[in-house]
């Protein structure tokens, strides 16, 4: 197997392990950003939203398996270009349930779910759902009615 068709399965290994380790916040604004992180990432469909975070680690793995490809020169050229290719890594085969699951049972997410229900009330659905909260459509409703 060559360097270039094994990047990026390892860059996906990679961006799961990176993934994994931050699955469990513990605070209400950890929380946020890491959902946050998730849209991107579903948005962008590749790997560019945490490339920075994960490319010294995939270009470690790489080139521990490659070196010899490159002449031993990690300034090689090609080399470098691959590993700048990462951004480019597509996410469209990726499985981001499992993070979504343990985003969804941290203990950032049940604090800004309490902050959420003290606030402005929640919906019944996932915390990933696109659905409006019960009172702000409630609210929403009341401003029509009242226009």
């Known amino acids: ?12 290994e990679c961006a799961l392990n990176y993934l ?8 209400p604004e ?3 950003q890491l959902k946050k992180l998730l849209s991107d990432l579903k948005k962008d469909k590749t790997l560019e939203p945490i ?7 995939v270009s470690k793995l790489l080139w521990d398996e490659f070196s010899e490809a490159y002449s031993n ?4 050229r090609n080399y470098l270009n691959l590993i700048e290719s990462g951004i480019y890594v597509s996410l469209t085969d990726l499985d981001l349930s ?26 019944q659905h996932s915390i990933f759902s696109q659905e409006k909260p019960i009172e702000e459509v409630s609210h929403q409703s009341n401003i029509r009615n009242v226009v």
């Open 98 to 123: 499992t993070f979504e699951k343990a985003l969804e049972a941290s203990p950032g997410c049940k604090a800004y779910l309490n902050d959420q229900e003290q606030n402005i009330g929640i919906t």
């Open 51 to 57: 490339w920075e975070n994960i490319k010294s680690e």
């Open 1 to 12: 197997m060559s360097a270039s068709s094994k990047f990026p399965r390892l860059s996906k």
């Open 30 to 32: 950890d929380f946020c």
């Open 20 to 27: 994994n380790a931050l699955a469990s916040p513990k605070t």
């Open 73 to 76: 020169n990690p300034n090689h």
